[in-house]
């Protein structure tokens, strides 16, 4: 169950949001119910009435695994006149589908015959329609048909080249449909049935919604990749860390999904998270395949195939797409379709093309496998290429990015409006060299060196990108670091200036090693004093400061992997008290959300409430946030 008290149940790149008696309503918002695929809204309502009132929930649902829930629900009755039956309510998710199936009992002694009406409809929404900040989009020309079939209904949506439908399957079909229509627009329908019930007898309805997307369909992973269920409780013999891991690794499997490859072959990756982010997201995909890399190699080859397949060719100002830059996120809704947000393919990520780097050699590291970064050297290359001219690094001697009135104004993984800003909470302004990228770009140049010596036979290459890579951390040792703070900025600013709000960013030089040791240490000891660690994690931005808000999305919050990422830098630079200490916070914090860790977390003292306080717009599950517990597991067997 969601915080927002609804059930969320997700299989194979679908997921439905429910209401606790398992009604669909046709919200908007933090928090929007319906059944999803492919991010589109294909079912908008689904309510269900018997004798012509809302039943009550004697068991109000609860999701029984990821892709199942069921509850309990009665029409009216009083202590002298109970209800004559009960519904048996059990709903489950798969690929692009919906099912329900309702079974009537009657509680009575003679016949009964029980009237049960579902009303139902869709909007086909797309997910950047329903989200909280009042956009609103033309979608002139889009027609909406529905027709009654012998089974059921059919939903169709229609805009210029765009087509998508839904289409609800009944056993058996309905007594009658209902409905209205005004001109070509379709509004909801309703089902209904006379359900004759012998004496203390029962009847059941089997109700599906097939899913129609435009484009390509969801499909059911294959049989070898079974789904693993988490742990709700503790397992003999295993530990919290270890009851994390296995959640984590369970979550990365329900938000697992199909893309196409480089060479155009069927890959499966982690998706970032729901219900905003069913999709490939460059920066999300690598760092959790990262993570899981001593784990499954497999999802890191998966991974940058499909990143490789979607790297930027030419240069369009609207997605911010430029030759050899990686994709920021990948979207297939009918916004993205016809150009209306920039999301379809859209490239504003500063990191993700030297993290792209940073993974392509950790497989080979890992695995030994030198046939991925043979086949990924032509990309490989293109995205160095990227970096040293449209990133930045020989015009401006850093990864910088601009912000993009269209998309997004931050274009590190603190992406939110304001999130890299000054001690005084001003908005740093571009171009924009933010910390945590110059560091992900040094260790991607000394990577791609290794590979480059020792996969590609190209010495001078190496020597080329090892001598880049040393004027990188010499400019960024004079420039970044703040003396009076002991601490580096959180970015410099257009006209050079450091941003100086103290910020999580600095852990991630220790990961990357663009830190001399001596910094790498008192930077992370720092960021375990009260004001940065909160007891559970540690805070984006740390207590105190004028921008600091604890409900914040960037500017306050803690961020799981934020802090994998950190301890990984803990590990690395041998700060093996300060890294067992943030490992138990995390760990902690995992197991009391029954070993999900959540999205984000709010930045409030560990010493406040018994429990972490939680982000109230967080995605659960969310892939790095799964892959955290993994992190933290190779980084306490690295110390």
């Known amino acids: 169950m969601t915080s927002d008290a609804r059930i969320q149940l997700v299989r194979d790149a679908t997921f439905v949001r429910l209401t606790t008696d398992g009604s669909i309503t046709g919200s908007r918002g933090t928090a929007p119910d319906g059944l999803y695929v492919q991010d589109a809204r294909h079912l908008s309502r689904w309510q269900l009435t018997v004798d012509g009132t809302d039943p009550a929930a004697l068991v109000p649902a609860t999701a029984e695994t990821d892709d199942t829930a069921a509850c309990v629900l009665t029409p009216e009755g009083t202590r002298d006149h109970p209800p004559a039956y009960t519904v048996f309510r059990r709903q489950s998710v798969t690929a692009g589908s919906f099912t329900e199936h309702l079974r009537l009992v009657s509680n009575r002694p003679d ?75 379709a509004t909801a329908r309703t089902l209904s049935w006379h359900v004759p019930l012998d004496a203390h007898g029962a009847a059941d309805l089997h109700l599906t919604v097939h899913a129609r997307p435009h ?72 760092l959790t395949s990262y993570f899981l890399l001593p784990y499954r190699p497999s999802t890191a080859a998966a991974v940058l195939s499909a990143l490789a397949a979607t790297q930027g060719e030419r240069h369009d100002a609207f997605s911010g797409e430029q030759p050899g830059r990686i994709v920021h996120e990948t979207r297939h809704g009918e916004l993205a379709h016809f150009r209306q947000v920039p999301y379809g393919r859209y490239y504003g990520a500063v990191d993700a093309t030297p993290l792209f780097l940073v993974l392509l050699h950790a497989h080979h590291e890992t695995t030994g496998d030198t046939s991925l970064a043979i086949r990924l050297e032509a990309h490989a290359r293109r995205a160095v290429d990227w970096m040293l001219t449209d990133g930045g690094l020989e015009r401006h001697g850093y990864l910088v990015y601009s912000p993009d009135p269209g998309g997004l104004v931050n274009q590190n993984w603190k992406d939110s409006a304001g999130a890299v800003c000054f001690a005084d909470g001003t908005q740093a302004e571009g171009p924009v060299a933010v910390s945590e990228a110059q560091g992900y770009a040094y260790d991607a140049l000394l990577r791609t060196a290794e590979l480059a010596q020792g996969v590609w036979r190209d010495e001078a290459y190496a020597r080329r990108l090892r001598e880049t890579a040393v004027r990188l951390r010499d400019r960024f040792a004079a420039d970044f670091w703040m003396a009076d703070a002991g601490f580096p900025a959180l970015a410099l600013d257009g006209a050079g200036r450091q941003v100086d709000a103290l910020a999580s960013d600095a852990g991630h030089l220790l990961w990357s090693g663009i830190l001399d040791p001596e910094h790498a240490r008192r930077v992370g000891r720092r960021l375990l004093e009260p004001d940065f660690f909160s007891g559970w994690a540690v805070r984006t931005l740390a207590a105190g400061q004028r921008p600091y808000h604890p409900l914040s999305y960037h500017r306050g919050s803690a ?65 790095w946030a799964a892959a955290t517990p993994l992190a933290l597991k190779t980084a306490l067997a690295r110390s």
Do not use: M
């Not at 009654?148 to 998508?164: E, I, M, P, Q």
């Not at 269920?229 to 369970?250: I, M």
């Not at 697992?256 to 460059?282: H, N």
């Open 559 to 623: 961020w799981p992997h934020d802090n994998a990422v950190i301890a990984l830098g803990l590990a690395r630079q041998g700060l093996t008290d300060e890294l067992h200490t943030l490992a138990e916070g995390l760990v902690t914090a995992a197991a009391r959300h029954a070993y999900r860790l959540p999205e984000v977390l709010a930045g409030y003292d560990r010493s406040a409430t018994a429990g972490p306080v939680p982000y109230p717009h967080s995605c659960s599950p969310q892939a």
């Open 215 to 286: 484009g390509r369909r969801p499909h059911a992973a294959p049989a070898e990749q079974p789904s693993r269920q988490g742990t709700s409780a503790r397992a003999d013999g295993a530990d919290d860390l270890e009851l994390a891991c296995e959640r984590g690794l369970a979550d990365i499997d329900l938000l697992t999904i199909p893309v196409s490859g480089v060479d155009g072959e069927d890959v499966r990756v982690p998706a970032a998270g729901i219900p905003w982010f069913l999709t490939l997201f460059g920066r999300d995909s690598l």
């Open 111 to 185: 016949a009964v015959t029980a009237r049960v009406d579902l009303t139902v409809d869709t909007d086909f929404a797309d997910l950047f329609e329903l989200r909280a900040d009042d956009r609103r989009y033309d979608k002139s020309g889009a027609e909406r048909e529905i027709r009654a079939t012998v089974d059921g209904l059919r939903f169709s949506y229609c805009r210029a080249d765009w087509h998508a439908g839904t289409d609800v399957v009944c056993r058996p079909a309905p007594d009658a449909v209902a409905g209205a229509r005004s001109g070509t627009r």
